[in-house]
């Protein structure tokens, strides 16, 4: 089964430290993408990084990095020098080419950051 | 605008009532896709379009849900004889990307569905 899991319902910062948000994904597919996204209070979905299956380097994006284990179907979120605007829910998400063309979604990490 | 458009933003529908959700994408984009969010949770897929043909549809919970895209730009989403687990926010996304990796999705604001 194709699938997502974030297993930290919610995570706690201090301003200024670095954080890592879980995602381990499953598929079959020997060709995907991952992503993750930002949606704070307000509602909107905002990209932040992604990685191609076969990409050998981990993206990066600013403070945003993502720690891609393909070994492990890990694909977890480093953001470096939190701030307080990083508090929102962030999703982790794949795209999909079998039997059709889909991202699918996580079920979310809320990050809160403490000043 | 430049962003992924979507209404109503709100709308409230008595139970057994029919209601039709709007999405504009961006200029160009080729997928267009609708996901379902609960509260607290995370977008579910509904269903996805490449120009107007209907390529996935296996995320639509009943067939009281349908959905088109008829020009290849702007979409509707359906759903008739509202029940109250409907309730939830509809997202619409786009991307300028098609077949084998979608690329980064742009969102609209989301129209929240509250069924009483």
């Known amino acids: 089964a194709q699938k997502i899991t974030q297993t930290q319902p919610g995570m706690f910062v201090q301003e200024k430290e670095a954080v890592t948000l879980d995602c381990t994904y499953d598929?079959?597919?020997?060709?995907?993408?991952l992503f993750w996204y930002k949606q704070p209070s307000s509602g909107e979905m905002i990209f932040l990084i992604y990685?191609?299956?076969?990409?050998?380097q981990n993206a990066t994006e600013g403070r945003y990095s993502l720690n891609f284990q393909k070994a492990r179907k890990s694909a977890n979120l480093v953001i470096s020098a939190s701030q307080l605007g990083d508090s929102a829910m962030y999703f982790c998400a794949m795209s999909l080419n079998t039997g059709g063309f889909k991202t699918i979604f996580g079920a979310g990490t809320r990050l809160f950051v403490k000043a | 605008g430049a962003g992924v458009s979507q209404s109503p933003r709100y709308k409230v529908a008595k139970r057994g009532q029919d209601v039709a959700l709007r999405c504009d994408p961006i200029?160009?984009?080729?997928?267009l896709f609708w996901y379902q969010q609960a509260l607290g949770q995370g977008p579910e897929f509904l269903t996805y379009f490449q120009n107007e043909a209907q390529l996935d549809k296996s995320g639509l919970p009943s067939d009281r849900f349908f959905a088109e895209r008829p020009e290849g730009s702007v979409s509707t989403l359906k759903i008739q004889r509202t029940q109250q687990e409907d309730s939830a926010v509809y997202l619409c996304?786009?991307?300028?990307?098609?077949?084998?990796?979608?690329?980064?999705?742009?969102f609209g604001e989301g129209s929240r569905l509250t069924v009483l």
């Open positions: 200029s160009g984009h080729v997928s």
């Open positions: 996304a786009s991307s300028f990307v098609s077949g084998r990796d979608t690329g980064e999705l742009f």
């Open positions: 990685q191609g299956s076969y990409d050998e």
């Open positions: 598929t079959s597919d020997q060709s995907y993408g």
